[in-house]
């Protein structure tokens, strides 16, 4: 083997390692967001929510290593309601979240959703980005009913 062919087999290696890491990089790098939907929260009195009432709350976190603009959050509703979201007030504005910076939380009323009472397992919290990416909490589990839901 010559020295040019030598160069040539070296060349082709490393540019073929780094053309693996640069994809692994792409891959590792992208934004992800967390969603975590959470009801009958209590707060506590001065906290700027009726401390009477039971609240939910969804926690969003960007758990990637690229900053994420959330541009809504709202609650997905089941089929067969009429409508298929609960848009949540605090979470119209949008926010940029960072890789780093801490979960976003909004809350939640709980007042009148016992009308989802049936389907309390399919309500899901969902996060829109400004890549038009959409992002939804898991389903609760049997254990984690919430107080409006009944006694089913």
């Known amino acids: 083997m010559t020295l040019g062919e030598l160069t040539a087999v070296a ?3 490393f540019g073929l390692a780094g053309f693996v890491l640069g994809v692994l990089n792409y891959i590792r790098d992208r934004h992800r967001i967390f969603v975590l939907l959470q009801w009958d929260m209590e707060v ?3 906290s700027g929510f009726d401390h009477t009432k039971k609240w939910g709350a969804i ?3 960007n758990v990637g290593r ?3 603009y959330v541009s809504h959050v709202a609650l997905k509703i089941p089929e067969g309601y009429g409508h298929s979201h609960l848009l ?5 504005h949008g926010k ?3 890789e ?5 939380v909004y809350m939640v009323e709980q007042n009148g959703m016992g009308v989802y009472s049936k389907d309390w397992r399919d309500v899901t919290a969902q996060v829109n980005d400004s890549t038009g990416k959409t992002w ?3 389903k609760l589990k049997k254990a984690e009913k919430p107080s409006w839901a009944g006694k089913q």
């Open 11 to 13: 060349g082709l290696c």
């Open 44 to 46: 506590s009195p001065g």
């Open 59 to 61: 926690r969003v976190t």
């Open 66 to 68: 690229r900053a994420s």
């Open 88 to 92: 949540i007030a605090g979470g119209i």
């Open 96 to 98: 940029k979240l960072s």
């Open 100 to 104: 780093g910076d801490p979960s976003e």
């Open 136 to 138: 939804k909490s898991k």
